[in-house]
């Protein structure tokens, strides 16, 4: 674990050279001074050099969040003076000694740049310039993020995302929860956390990385990927579903082969039974049956053609074709009716849904009329006796927005089964085009055979052309029966490398059980915080009721524990939550880098009674002796000064009217020293 | 009785007790001052503006309805151009006749001030100019933009004085 050891702020202005430093030591320290004094700046100036400037969704490398002070202009001894050039510098130190001194320009140098001067206790200081945002954790050299993370052995750690492609776990991901903001970090938990990377549940993922939950955090990962993989799988399963069904239309028959329900769901229903076997059930297609007859046939048409004798008296031969033909014509005028209904039926249907779609789309539209008033017409009033009118006197009403709504997803629930409508038919249009084709190329057979048996003369002759062409028609048949099993054969195939592919997917998507009480001891720490800190819903003897639901949110009694309590709870709870991570992290070993920075939080409450529980809170046991650093930037008033330091707690009272003061040889520097001293004149008060 | 032993639960659905938006009328005025922001022409010197009130019926009736627009289009192109044309016009007809909300929203405008009846036709109210910021409005927010589609096919479509009596 890391302590924040130095904030200092420096530069040069119109006036002369500009400076201001705080320095910290471990455990609680209150830093209290007035409003407008530059607390915020020497806070905001920790975010700067840290390159966190996304978190509060400001542009890269854009000191815009600093006060003006260091960015234009500086009243130094009751003059304004423009500033030339500014920057600010922290330093860290580890348990071992290591110190890391991380600068940043604000102004008149490059932003983009991160100084980084290296210091092993007994070795010589290091200096690196780094880029403090640009590819930050992936330039393997020039990365300040990856210098950090390798300094902090913090592990690099990558996310599934919305988009599909991963993405590591920034420090941003991870300040929202030991950096609480005065403007936004009040608000809830990680009320910084930023979305826009698009890593998927970064927040429960960010405290499992502090606490150094692993284990948890891979098994989390893995079950992320898993839920992208079934997404992938759905829409695989989607594609096959389309092309079986397509195939099948286009020979006639009707199956049913969906891809509805979860991955393990279609793995069941798909892998009970063979394509093969679910078409000789539900379309009495046997293919391989099929072969056989028509090889059989074959055989028998060769037979009846070479060797068999012919019956000189049978004169059916042209009758028994031509019927055919007719036969098949008949059969084609009917598909050809059935097509022509199905097809009149589906442009209607597109027509309705089209219908359908502008009407959502208008009724959209008025909820947003109804909603912002643009577009209405603001007062109905007689012109000559400027009398209201009522539209209902004229049979007209106004609905309301919750009306329209209504009617709206009235008219969704219409679409879709117009929709499921579209989808039948088209199915049907499918299945008519495939027949007609198919009794398209019988009757070209058949009418091919009619010429062939009609310009043979006698009735042998006919009766050995009307062989021979049934012969060839069967040999057709049989090829076109091969080609279908063939397909048949490869959708099989895919439908297999699905399978294999989803039960593997659903294996590594099994539960996480946490057996190194990481969690637990985080809801411990996080009773012991809330009741500290006086939680209105939570005291001593109810604390055991809080818990944490699978993604660390608290809950109590089945209620989320933000929608407990009063207004007031909420900072209380973003407290609680932000110091028991930093405990129990320092009590499990995680991965926290062992600081807390609170910028205002008595301005949340900041009434007597809400002022004196945190107070309170600060003279605990819990809250002096924790073996993490916890920094709070605050304006206390002499008394509550006086009273904290008499119960033991570190209140640093920065002299002057500013942070930042001329240098004149020294700048001043706020240090604590413990135990409490008397302020010295003219220097900062320490207590 | 047979349903006290079938056991069977009333369910209400609000969406399906929800009336349709068309008889808005917000909506109904929204299209009207779309429909006389685009076709109303100039009219005498004072800077006034007038439309058929048969032609602003039937242009508001395909507007709110625009899988109409085709057979409109094939009965203004067709030879049998009037309103007799009956091939052409039947899917209009149904439901225009009996389109009376249309004729209440008017004869609100007009009780408004914004539009002043002219025998056949509608002129400009002096309250007019809340007209034309509604249409304004619906252009500016891009609200209602099938609707503008409409609004512009149908003035692709020339519409005859023939189609616009007897009705």
Same mark, same amino acid.
């Given at each position: 674990m890391i302590q924040l050891k130095k904030v200092e702020v420096r530069g040069k202005s119109e006036a002369g050279d500009f400076s201001g430093v705080l320095e910290f030591a471990g455990g609680l320290q209150v830093i209290s001074a007035k409003n407008a004094y530059g607390k915020s700046l020497a806070v905001k100036g920790v975010t700067w050099c840290l390159g966190l400037d996304a978190m509060f969704g400001n542009a890269e490398n854009d000191p815009i969040r600093l006060p003006e002070a260091v960015r234009e202009d500086l009243e130094l001894a009751g003059h304004k003076s423009r500033v030339l050039k500014s920057e600010c510098a922290i330093t860290l130190e580890d348990e071992k000694g290591r110190r890391l001194e991380i600068t940043r320009a604000i102004t008149g140098g490059d932003t983009r740049i991160v100084e980084v001067k290296e210091t092993e206790p007994k070795g010589t200081p290091r200096v690196s310039k780094l880029v403090a945002r640009r590819a930050t954790m992936q330039d393997q050299y020039g990365g300040f993020q990856r210098f950090l993370f390798e300094w902090m052995a913090w592990p690099r750690i990558e996310v599934p995302t919305f988009r599909g492609q991963d993405a590591e776990i920034y420090l941003e991901n991870l300040a929202p929860l030991f950096y609480i903001d005065q403007d936004e970090g009040w608000t809830n938990i990680q009320a910084l956390q930023i979305s826009r990377y698009g890593q998927l549940e970064i927040s429960e993922i960010a405290v499992e990385y502090l606490l150094g939950a692993m284990d948890a955090l891979k098994a989390h990962i893995a079950r992320l990927k898993a839920s992208q993989r079934a997404a992938e799988l759905k829409e695989s399963a989607k594609e096959i579903e389309v092309q079986l069904n397509d195939e099948m239309a286009r020979h006639g028959w009707h199956v049913e082969w969906s891809s509805h329900g979860s991955v393990a769901d279609i793995v069941k229903r798909w892998s009970k039974e063979k394509l093969r076997d679910v078409l000789q059930k539900e379309a009495s297609v046997d293919l391989d049956a099929r072969q056989v007859d028509l090889a059989k046939r074959i055989n028998g048409l060769r037979t009846a053609l070479t060797t068999e004798p012919i019956d000189v008296n049978n004169v059916n031969a042209p009758v028994e074709v031509s019927?055919?033909?007719?036969? *098949?014509?008949? =059969?084609?005028?009917?598909?050809?009716?059935? *097509?022509?209904?199905?097809?009149?039926?589906?442009?209607?249907?597109?027509?309705? *849904?089209?219908?359908?779609?502008?009407?959502?789309?208008?009724?959209?539209?008025?909820?947003?009329?109804?909603?912002?008033?643009?577009?209405?017409?603001?007062?109905?009033?007689?012109?000559?006796?400027?009398?209201?009118?009522?539209?209902?006197?004229?049979?007209?009403?106004? =609905?309301?927005?919750?009306?329209?709504?209504?009617?709206?997803?009235?008219?969704?629930?219409?679409?879709d089964l117009i929709i499921r409508n579209q989808e039948a038919l088209s199915a049907n249009v499918k299945t008519a085009v495939a027949s007609i084709a198919h009794v398209d190329s019988e009757l070209r057979d058949a009418e091919k055979a009619l010429r062939t048996v009609t310009s043979a003369v006698g009735p042998v002759r006919e009766q050995i052309a009307n062989t021979a062409a049934e012969l060839s028609a069967a040999e057709r048949e049989l090829d076109r029966v091969s080609e279908a099993a063939k397909e048949i054969e490869d959708l099989q195939a895919s439908i297999d490398r699905w399978i294999e592919d989803a039960r593997s997917s659903v294996a590594a998507a099994e539960e996480f059980i946490d057996k190194t009480g990481k969690r637990d001891a985080f809801v411990v720490a996080l009773r012991k915080y809330l009741v500290a800190l006086g939680h209105s819903a939570v005291k001593e003897g109810t604390a055991k009721e809080v818990m944490l639901d699978e993604q660390y949110v608290p809950f109590m009694n089945g209620r989320r524990l933000r929608a407990l309590g009063s207004a007031s709870d909420q900072s209380r709870l973003v407290a609680a939550y932000s110091l028991a991570l930093a405990a129990t992290a320092q009590q499990v070993g995680g991965k926290h880098p062992g600081f807390v920075i609170m910028d205002e939080p008595l301005q949340q409450n900041p009434d007597k009674r809400h002022r004196d529980l945190f107070a309170d809170f600060l003279t605990k046991e819990l809250a002096q002796k924790s073996k993490f650093q916890t920094l709070v930037f605050t304006w206390l008033g002499d008394p509550e000064i006086a009273k904290l330091r008499k119960q033991g707690t570190v209140v640093l009272t920065p002299s002057g009217e500013h942070f930042l003061q001329p240098v004149k040889t020294t700048p001043p520097v706020i240090a604590p020293t413990v135990p409490p001293v008397p302020p010295a004149s003219g220097g900062p008060k320490a207590g | 009785m047979l349903l006290e032993g079938s056991k069977a639960t009333p369910v209400m659905m609000p969406s399906r007790l929800a009336p349709s938006a068309i008889y808005d009328v917000e909506y109904r005025t929204v299209v009207v001052a779309l429909l006389f922001e685009r076709f109303a022409k100039s009219f005498g010197l004072g800077g006034h503006r007038r439309i058929s009130s048969?032609?602003?019926?039937?242009?508001?009736?395909?507007?709110? +309805?625009?899988?109409?627009?085709?057979?409109? +289009?094939?009965?203004?192109?067709?030879?049998?151009?009037?309103?007799?044309?009956?091939?052409?016009?039947?899917?209009? +007809?149904?439901?225009?006749?009996?389109?009376?909300? $249309?004729?209440?929203?008017?004869?609100?405008?007009?009780?408004?001030?914004?539009?002043?009846?002219?025998?056949? $036709?509608?002129?400009?109210g002096e309250k007019a100019g809340e007209l034309a910021k509604i249409s304004k409005a619906m252009k500016e927010q891009d609200l209602f933009a099938s609707m503008q589609r409409v609004i512009s096919e149908l003035a692709e479509i020339p519409l005859a004085k023939s189609m616009l009596e007897g009705w």
């Open positions: 019927q055919k033909a007719i036969e *098949l014509k008949k =059969q084609r005028h009917v598909l050809n009716q059935d *097509l022509s209904t199905f097809n009149a039926q589906l442009k209607e249907t597109r027509i309705l *849904l089209d219908s359908l779609e502008h009407r959502i789309q208008a009724a959209r539209d008025l909820v947003r009329l109804k909603n912002t008033g643009v577009g209405r017409l603001d007062h109905l009033e007689c012109p000559t006796c400027h009398r209201d009118l009522n539209p209902e006197i004229f049979g007209l009403t106004s =609905q309301s927005a919750e009306t329209v709504e209504a009617h709206i997803e009235a008219m969704r629930s219409d679409r | 048969a032609k602003l019926k039937l242009l508001q009736f395909i507007a709110f +309805r625009p899988w109409l627009v085709s057979s409109i +289009r094939e009965w203004s192109q067709g030879e049998e151009q009037g309103s007799l044309g009956l091939t052409q016009s039947i899917r209009s +007809r149904r439901g225009f006749l009996s389109d009376t909300a $249309h004729e209440d929203v008017i004869n609100l405008l007009v009780a408004c001030g914004i539009f002043v009846r002219a025998k056949s $036709h509608l002129i400009t």
